[in-house]
């Protein structure tokens, strides 16, 4: 499950523990089985699969019940509930997640989504994005600032962990979807720079570009050290159990809340400069830096901290310390049910 899906299931669990009458609609997929299972006397309906489906009935839902708020996740929801409450005089709140568009994607798309957004954002009453990376982005990419745009970082849970005292054998590891803008590639190449250490590499998760990273670790010649593990039902325990240092080699990232799992577990990680990324990570406190898309400069920083392996359990606390102040769970629930209670 991606981090949207889980920053929305803290959003259900926060509203209906404060007694807001929430009704929820969400695609066919897993989200509908864990809110059924979690929230057994929710208000749950689930949308058709066709886009012209999905319009209808948000439109018909819109004037059926009267609702004081509606409040979406993702682009594709934002603009369902931005056609269908422009019929109400309800309040609209968007969450973004991620960036807008892409600037590999062609020139018609990117053109057609900024409009796309700027009528999101007509429309809406007030909108959070997940970093202050993100808000700025999108005022960039849409071509003018918003005051209705609030910052709203992501949160996660404490999760119960021994911390290490020493790291022999390094072991490092991404986690995330195997897709382009996840970076997998320029680790898979910065590890062929380092076949002289004794590494080990776990890639969870998985995605379209699965079998591209299997055929290029042969290639390169570190299918040895490279584990392809799938997907985790836990990240945090998997990285506590399995990782020394994450690496997070984004080439496109608003936040990066796998760089919060692992902070959460004393884990201390090797980021790209990139998107939401340098604001979590402190360079040669919590982690390190390198320029995104440089295998090269990967490949030294990890080089840097298997010499110097008592570095890592020192980063590992700064960022579990940083975690602990700024990005728990406790309080990613407190600022969105004040945000939630200044627009009600």
């Not at 929820?24 to 057994?40: D, F, R, T, Y």
Request: hydrophobic share 40%; aromatic share 10%.
């Amino acid at each position: 499950m991606g981090g949207a899906q889980r920053i929305f299931l803290n959003i259900i669990e926060i509203l209906n523990s404060n007694d807001f009458d929430v009704t929820i609609v969400v695609p066919e997929g897993s989200l509908v089985k864990v809110i059924q299972s979690n929230h057994p006397d929710a208000h749950l309906f689930i949308l058709p699969p066709s886009l012209l489906g999905k319009i209808i009935f948000i439109s018909k839902l819109t004037r059926s019940q009267k609702f004081d708020l509606y409040c979406s996740h993702l682009g594709n929801a934002s603009l369902w509930f931005a056609l269908a409450s422009s019929l109400t005089s309800s309040k609209l709140c968007c969450t973004f997640h991620n960036v807008i568009f892409s600037q590999k994607s062609p020139h018609l798309v990117r053109w057609a989504y900024k409009w796309l957004y700027k009528f999101i954002l007509w429309r809406a009453y007030s909108v959070v994005a997940v970093s202050e990376y993100l808000k700025q982005d999108t005022e960039k990419k849409i071509g003018q600032s918003f005051e209705k745009i609030k910052v709203i970082p992501n949160g996660i849970p404490f999760y119960s962990h021994a911390k290490k005292s020493s790291i022999n054998n390094l072991t490092i590891g991404i986690v995330g979807r195997c897709t382009w803008e996840k970076g997998h590639l320029v680790l898979i190449k910065a590890l062929s720079q380092l076949k002289d250490l004794n590494l080990k590499c776990h890639i969870i998760g998985e995605g379209i570009e699965l079998p591209k990273l299997k055929s290029v670790s042969q290639q390169l010649g570190v299918e040895d050290v490279v584990k392809f593990r799938g997907w985790s039902d836990n990240v945090q325990q998997t990285i506590s159990e399995s990782i020394d240092v994450l690496i997070v080699p984004s080439l496109e990232e608003a936040f990066s809340l796998a760089t919060l799992e692992a902070f959460s577990v004393s884990v201390p990680v090797i980021g790209s400069r990139c998107g939401g990324i340098p604001a979590l990570i402190d360079h040669n406190i919590n982690g390190l830096l390198f320029e995104k898309g440089n295998e090269n400069e990967l490949a030294r920083q990890i080089r840097k901290i298997a010499t110097n392996p008592q570095k890592i359990p020192e980063m590992g606390a700064m960022g579990f310390k940083k975690f602990s102040k700024e990005y728990t769970l406790e309080k990613h629930k407190q600022r969105w049910l004040q945000y939630i209670k200044d627009l009600s």
